[in-house]
């Protein structure tokens, strides 16, 4: 049975320290502008030692990416299990979605633009699978609890906010558009989810939520 990288992560602390690093660093610095070496003297670790892990660099950004999105569902089970009422839950789940967007900084955007059209589409299926999944279950719970408009299916808010994450948060219209990822993420919540809450809610929701 083939290992996850979650379970492979846990059973080597030293792949799991490397991911981080570079993580750190891809993000913040963009992944061409890394190299290998550089990871290594950061890390203070041989360079057999860290190729022993990952044989390129090209295996440790999607590596990366697995984690990132490893920490992002994570934080969204969290969210979901607290059992808060749905405004306070959405806040919090926001102010999640906004935490980790707020990692990825432009120099990384721009290689993915360039450089790494397969990485992105990774990242696109990884995050439309966790947006379908934790998202479309608080709108379901929006929906239940009066929240939420029930002359609008929850599918289609979903399919809305799919689409319009995946036509807008891409390193193409980004660019074109000057914005961030954490920038372009608030204004795609912001649009479609204060058009889908009910009235009274929207209120509530306006002065929950930290703009």
């Known amino acids: 049975m083939k290992q996850t990288a979650k379970k492979i992560e846990a059973d080597d602390p030293i792949r799991l320290r490397i991911v981080q690093d570079a993580r750190r660093h891809f993000f913040a610095n963009g992944f061409r502008s890394v190299t290998m070496d550089d990871l290594a003297e950061a890390l203070g670790m041989s360079k057999k030692t860290l190729y022993s892990r990952f044989a390129t660099k090209r295996q440790l950004l999607e590596a990366v990416i697995e984690n990132k999105f490893q920490c992002v569902r994570q934080d969204f089970a969290n969210v979901l299990s607290a059992h808060r009422e749905f405004p306070e839950a959405l806040s919090a789940f926001l102010d999640c979605v906004q935490h980790h967007t707020a990692e990825i900084q432009p120099p990384f955007i721009r290689d993915l633009r360039h450089e790494g059209p397969e990485v992105f589409q990774k990242v696109q299926r990884l995050r439309r699978a966790s947006i379908e999944q934790y998202f479309g ?75």
């Open 137 to 211: 279950e608080l709108m379901r719970r929006g929906r239940r609890t009066g929240f939420i408009r029930k002359d609008i299916p929850a599918s289609i808010i979903l399919e809305i906010l799919l689409a319009a994450v995946e036509a807008i948060l891409n390193p193409v219209r980004m660019g074109e558009l000057e914005l961030t990822p954490k920038t372009g993420c608030a204004l795609i919540t912001k649009v479609v989810l204060e058009g889908t809450i009910q009235r009274p809610a929207n209120t509530r929701f306006k002065t929950s939520t930290v703009t």
